[in-house]
């Protein structure tokens, strides 16, 4: 099927494309010197305080671009870059993980949904690539299709879970921003930085859906016999 080929070579291209503007940006607005001197832990730590979240930790992790909330853990992780930064970028990042704090706080529907999907994926993604490519083998040699269709319930789930991601990390960027320029820790330029920061990051997981997708949809058409 060249026309996916064609789509899963253009989400590629996007996604190696975003990842190195992401890069480029979070590299150089390091060189500029937040004005109010705060690094991204001490902007998670007085964020979760003013939202009055208690029992969250904010933690320090390795790895580049590995910041994330985890619920279970109620941890605030940042990597290195984040947790000691002291520019626009890093208290954005830091500011946004909190977000997923108060969302987790205000039990946001969306984030609610998605932590209740992450133990059946768990599951799902441990079978999947078997069930698929088992679904293939019999669909093209055998005709039959119960397996290739078990396959394709199972990558829905996964890119409904992609999808569900983009609100709530639409979110978690609206509230940190908000937080951000409200309690003035950015000043107007640092907020423009900021604010590029964290949607250059967003489109991240919006290419990581749409690839999803375009890959849902190529095993659809393959199980119901639409080939170019």
Known sequence: ??????????????????????????????QIPLQNGMSGAEVAERMLAEHGISGVRVACVSGELTDHYHPTERMVN??????????????AVAAHECGHAVQHAKAYSFLSFRSAMV???????????????????????????????????????TTLFSFITLPVEFDASARA????????????????????????????????ALGSLATLLYYAFMLFGRRD
């Open 1 to 30: 099927m060249m026309s996916y080929y064609l789509i899963a070579g253009l989400v590629f291209l996007a996604s190696f494309v975003i990842q190195q503007i992401l890069k480029s940006k979070f590299k150089k607005y390091a």
């Open 78 to 91: 940042l990597s290195e870059a984040v947790y000691y930064g002291r520019n626009a970028a890093a208290v």
């Open 119 to 157: 133990p059946i994926l768990n599951i799902s993604n441990t079978f999947l690539p078997f069930v698929l490519m088992a679904g293939v083998a019999l669909l093209y040699f055998s005709g039959i299709k119960l397996v290739l269709l078990i396959g394709v319930i199972l990558f829905s789930l």
């Open 177 to 208: 921003l908000k937080w951000i320029e409200s309690r003035g820790i950015v000043n107007s330029q640092e907020y423009g930085m900021a604010k590029s920061a964290l949607f250059w990051a967003a489109m991240t997981y919006v290419v990581a």
